[in-house]
């Protein structure tokens, strides 16, 4: 239903051609299905969730510059920064996110849409020419039991190095409304954009190998994993099923449960009809125990998966070091690295479409920006290692004081811990104060 939807918006409504698949459709659907169950243990959520406190934890994202466009990008860039582990989280999940950006009010918002929800219909090298978006959809209530869907399509396509950016309604069935429904009366039904290179919006993706020459689409974390995960939630089911079947009872005689001080029908008590009237016996079986089984599946799927031993798996640490410790953890690290790769990557083309934007809605006046992030390496390094290595090329003037502020505290920009060693140099006394010599 879905891949007729999306050939009849594209080919239909906007007259264009797409490279996207409908065998992509269809599993980019049945990716984001997977991901957004909550009806039983999710390994896929498990992972991503995981994997994204990793990617993100004690790391932040910098807009330099001294400039009004810098502030204005650096203001979206913090608020963006803040849902770093659900945009990462998200990207593991259904194996990338696009980064749309847009101006309402003379203000600069964006929205996080999942890769189901986007076509690609063209690209040049690693840069995105043309995509289709199922940008809101809307079900209004129309009387007892009438709802009608209403939903808005946006396409952006490069032209001669305009970008142009066309808003199309249809209904649930693909049917085009003729009319503007009232609540998208103030949206610009088609805008042109010029001198850009790709579309308005970045695109973050997993870094799972997809196992394909193409790899235009990113997959979830747990690609290929299904026959382990089907092992694991039967496994999980025996263990359950075990601790039912084996439920301990006391089987007492019948005859016990009448009269004065008779046995409770309800309980551990189970009435038997054992022809003795003194018959007493607990039914107590040994219990057969599946956690070593469920710690072997749990290990094979974080090796189909690429992490280390102990997303889901007990990992025994009693006697290994700290640096062993650290290094026990070097495929979850390089799977994290590489996400952070892709994650610049749909930054800067992100902050990009905002600059451009930023230029067609006049929001600030022109100006440079330089983005650069502070990624943490606690996952495979000692903090206190790290410290001493930061401080020592401090005081060889390989990195500023700004430099390791940062890294005391992450929280702030750059401005902000700038500010705060001038203040306390400014509080801290010469040597002519402490001599007593100053005039």
């Not at 808005?152 to 001669?160: A, C, I, K, P, S």
């Amino acid at each position: 239903m879905l891949n007729r939807i999306w050939t009849w918006i594209l080919n239909k409504i906007f007259k264009i051609s797409t490279e996207t698949k409908p065998k992509e459709v269809e599993d980019n659907t049945k990716y984001a299905v997977l991901y957004e169950k909550i009806d039983n243990i999710n390994y896929t959520s498990i992972f991503a969730n995981k994997l994204a406190n990793y990617t993100i934890s004690d790391s932040n994202i910098n807009i330099d510059g001294d400039t009004s466009r810098s502030e204005l990008l650096s203001k979206i860039g913090t608020s963006m920064w803040k849902k770093g582990k659900k945009i990462t989280s998200m990207a593991f999940g259904y194996g990338g996110v696009f980064l749309i950006p847009y101006v309402k009010g003379k203000k600069l918002f964006y929205n996080i849409v999942p890769q189901n929800r986007v076509t690609i219909d063209s690209t040049e090298g690693d840069l995105i020419t043309g995509i289709t978006v199922l940008a809101e959809r809307k079900e209004i209530t129309k009387g007892i039991g009438q709802t009608k869907t209403y939903i808005r399509w946006t396409n952006y396509r490069l032209q001669n190095g305009n970008c142009i950016i066309e808003q199309r309604f249809s209904d649930e069935t693909g049917a085009e409304l003729k009319t503007v429904p009232d609540f998208w009366k103030n949206i610009m039904l088609k805008q042109t954009i010029s001198n850009v290179d790709r579309v308005l919006a970045g695109y973050i993706k997993s870094p799972i190998n997809n196992r394909k020459t193409n790899d235009k689409y990113g997959v979830p974390i747990t690609y290929g994993c299904d026959a382990t995960i089907l092992e694991i939630k039967t496994t999980l089911k025996q263990i359950i099923r075990e601790y039912e079947l084996k439920e301990c009872f006391v089987g007492a005689d019948i005859t016990m449960f009448n009269g004065q001080n008779a046995l409770s029908p309800n309980g551990i008590y189970r009435k038997i009809d054992s022809g003795r009237d003194d018959f007493f016996e607990v039914f107590d079986p040994k219990f057969r125990d599946y956690t070593t089984r469920l710690q072997e599946l749990y290990k094979r799927l974080e090796h189909e998966v690429g992490t280390s031993y102990g997303i889901l798996s007990e990992v025994n640490t009693q006697n290994a070091t700290a640096t062993e410790v650290k290094r026990a953890n070097y495929d979850t690290f390089t799977l994290c690295d590489d996400m952070r790769t892709n994650i610049e990557k749909g930054m800067e083309d992100f902050f990009y479409s905002c600059n451009v934007l930023a230029n067609a809605y006049e929001l600030t006046l022109q100006g440079e920006y330089e983005l650069s992030f502070e990624w943490s390496y606690g996952l495979i390094e000692d903090n206190q290692t790290e410290w001493s290595q930061l401080t020592w090329a401090n005081n060889k003037g390989i990195v500023s004081d700004v430099e390791v502020r940062q890294w005391l505290k992450p929280d702030e920009t750059i401005e902000e811990s700038q500010k705060a060693i001038e203040k306390i140099k400014e509080q801290q006394p010469s040597i002519e104060d402490m001599l007593g010599t100053k005039e």
